[in-house]
């Protein structure tokens, strides 16, 4: 096709009705992808700070070893609806709202595929947060069987209501099934099929590539959790026996089923944030991402070998010795691909010329906090060391390196990176910075400590502990209030930036990139005529344009 | 921009043709994602059709069947397999009639389509009924009611979406726009007849 077939606007696409300006959209069941974004992300961000609420009470029982500040059954249902919230509510459509509103600009689209379906799936998160929430309300408290609501201890109903907190649980993780589902097929269709003229494969963004990898996962992975949900809600509620070992029924494979879907889920969470990062490095370093094509391919890599992990987190479940082996050796497998972006990443920014933004700054701690969970990860791969420390807060301190250091700090390279171009305004880069050092500190403040408790011994999901485990206790609970304390100068910088930060300009960062060619905020169209490209992306240092200036000329896609 | 955009935005030949093309684009995505919906959802299914075998081949021959039950009964559900495997060619005539423009063809084999999808879920209702066992008898019960009922569900959504595209081939000028919900449907169509014929072997033949 040529670009020309495109300059005409379909009439079945009227323009939106709403003012593309008033704040109101963002409460409107808008259809604009970037719209749609935000609100994602703004939502997201309100679970975030829900869920780290509840950290911060459970650190407050931890400060001391008695159950002192809340009892054992508050404390249970406070670390299930942690995980919880921070998964489902929290890094999915926070990562689906980063998605929604750079895919399309990144490759050249006036919106998603199915822009419809795409206001749906998000409309559907405050739906399942409110019934997930409503559990504290109901008898007997929420779940508190942890967020993999293992059976036979999520089959338990002491109040003997069809409406408790586990039930609740499973309807709330269906819906977000659901969503994530319609999620993932629109920006797989997005992907392969509205990508600008001349935007073949090897000329796309890595976030992309990045993106499509975790879409994929989920459109994988999903329906497993979905069967063992529904089976397990029939167990809950209808008397089945399917994960009842009384009755028959066999609660490894419900493990199973969850593993399926829950492991390949962090790289669901992950991918993409090993995307921001291969965009983030470029623009500050001035350099070409390192090895582009070899990090693009990579992530489909993890998306293969992340699908055949998932017993890993089974080592202490009556495994057979043979399947040990053999995902102990999968696991190991999967830190090559992921060693690959590593390597890359420290290529890039190898003598670059480098700006110390505080994007760039919540990358490289990213960054590093993603290498040490990497380290630690490669040791809970050998299955001798994972039953030593299984269940202990070893294994808390890995998986918080990776979904609070890495995610975390990622999405902040995201949000500050890309601010500019979302508002058309710029933030305080002090405030920014103020931020950053917070949230480092914090983190490691946190998380370093736990991986001396769990070598000890501290098993995790307990309220009260040995005094022996004290020290080390104290000084997470510390990190912990200092990473409350953090997300304050990010608000403060966030709100008052977007209502009267300075006008940014189209491209601050000087950034090579489709979506950097268009005004900010992006019009409603996002491209007054969609480009051509012609180039590789990431091409700093070169001369050769992205896009073409001569569409008439441009040779088909 | 360039002279061309001025031009095709003022020929109206070449309007028609981009509106053309805009909407054959748009039909192609649905049916993309339409396909990795179906794949999506054929997950789930290999995940119960794994979750059988798995509780099949680990209980002992004696404990599998509810107390009293010695197997399924095989020949009323060899009928129902017949007819819905059948159905899936005669989707397949009428949209090959939808092809041709011929409309009366088109729903009399839709039509027909709906009747054996409506015989099989009549099947399915009266096997249901005669069988000495429930949801919670142990784990085959369990499992047979969810793959059966999961699968059943699948025909009903698929009949009434049958019946909302003969409803819309009355509407005039309907399919100028391409034939996405005919061809979504009767591939979903297929997707629920070759579901059927794995969980006919695993349920019904592997005893």
Known sequence: MSNALLEVESPRLPPQPETPES???FFTFSTDHKVIG???IVTAFVFFLFGGILAMV?????ITPEADLVDHTVYNGLFTMHGTIMLFMWTFPMLNGLANYLVPLMIGARDMAFPRLNAVAFWMVPVFGVILIASFFVPGGPSQSGWWAYPPVSLQNPTGNLINGQSLWLLAVALSGVSSIMGAVNIVTTIFRMRAPGMGWFKMPAFCWTVLSAQLIQLIGLPALTAGAVMLLLDLTVGTSFFEPSRGGDPVLYQHFFWFYSHPAVYVIILPIFGVFSE????????????YKVVVVSSLLITTFSLIVWVHHMFASGTPGWMRMLFMFTTMAISIPTGIKVFAWVATVWG?????????????????SFLFAG??????????????VNNTYFVVGHFHYVINGAVVMGFYAAIYHWFPKMTGRMYYEGLGKLHFALTFIGINLIFLPMHPLGLMGMPRRVASYDPEFAFWNVIASLGGFLLGVSTLPFLLNMLSSWSRGEAAGDNPWRAIGLEWLISSPPPHENFEEIPIVISPPYGYGSDE??????????VNP | MSSANVESAIDPQALNAQVAHVTETEEDNRMFGFIVFLLSESVIFLSFFVGYIVYKTSASATDWFPAGFEGLEIKAPLINTIVLVSSSFVIYFAERCLHRENLWGFRLFWLLTMAMGSFFLYGQAVEWMSLPFGFKSGVFGGTFYLLTGFHGLHVLTGVLLQGIMLGRSFIPNNYAEGEYGVAATSLFWHFVDVIWIVLFLLIYLWQ
Request: proline share 8%; no cysteine.
């Open chain 1, 352 to 368: 670059g010329k480098l700006r110390l933004t505080t994007a760039m700054l919540f990358a490289l701690g990213g960054l590093f």
């Open chain 1, 280 to 291: 983030v490095f470029p623009v500050y370093s001035r350099k070409p991402l390192f090895g």
């Open chain 1, 375 to 388: 380290i630690t990860g490669i040791m809970l791969a050998s299955t001798p060391f994972d039953i030593h």
């Open chain 1, 23 to 25: 704040w109101r959209r």
């Open chain 1, 545 to 554: 344009p992205l896009v073409s200036n001569n569409p008439a000329g441009a």
């Open chain 1, 58 to 62: 459970m650190r407050g029982e931890l």
């Open chain 1, 38 to 40: 935000i609100q994602y």
